[in-house]
């Protein structure tokens, strides 16, 4: 359930939006900016970069890279969290709900490839297959849980 505060509707171009998801459509690209300002502007975002790319030589100048990558799990368990509390009032959370997402994020992430992510390559590849696997999910999910007229 969400915050009273984000009860009723937002009315944009005609169609009307609840006003928790149209503070989720806010809230995306803050989050998403933040981190990018994070992972680019920060001294640890940059150590952080740099470790990923040539740990021996981040170790070499005397950084402790196993805390680095500590902080970096910690961080993205942060970010699955905070993914988690924002969109548990527009779901039902269930027992067992984490076996379509994870085999969902396979399959995008498979059919994405796992390249570099800096490679133009592997935007396109990545924004086709999560079109492909979004239109597919939509088309399909009508077909299967239609009742039968008969």
Not at 1 to 19: H, N, Q, R, T
Not at 84 to 106: R, V, W, Y
């Amino acid at each position: 359930m969400a915050p009273k505060l984000f009860d009723g509707s937002v009315s944009i171009f005609g169609a009307s939006i609840p006003k928790y998801n149209f503070f989720l459509l806010l809230i995306g690209p803050i989050v998403a900016v933040g981190l990018w300002l994070f992972t680019s502007k920060t001294k640890l975002g940059k150590i952080a970069r740099a470790a990923a790319v040539d740990r021996e030589m981040v170790g070499a100048v005397g950084i402790n890279v196993s805390w680095v990558f500590a902080f970096a799990f910690v961080f993205g368990c942060f970010m699955a969290g905070l993914g988690g509390a924002l969109m548990a009032p527009t779901i039902s959370i269930t027992l067992g709900m984490d076996h379509n997402l994870i085999i969902e994020g396979f399959l995008i992430v498979t059919i994405g490839g796992l390249g570099n992510m800096w490679a133009p390559w592997w935007v396109r590849s990545f924004s086709v297959s999560l079109r492909l696997s979004g239109c597919s999910s939509g088309l399909s999910s009508p077909l299967f849980f239609l009742t039968p007229p008969w």
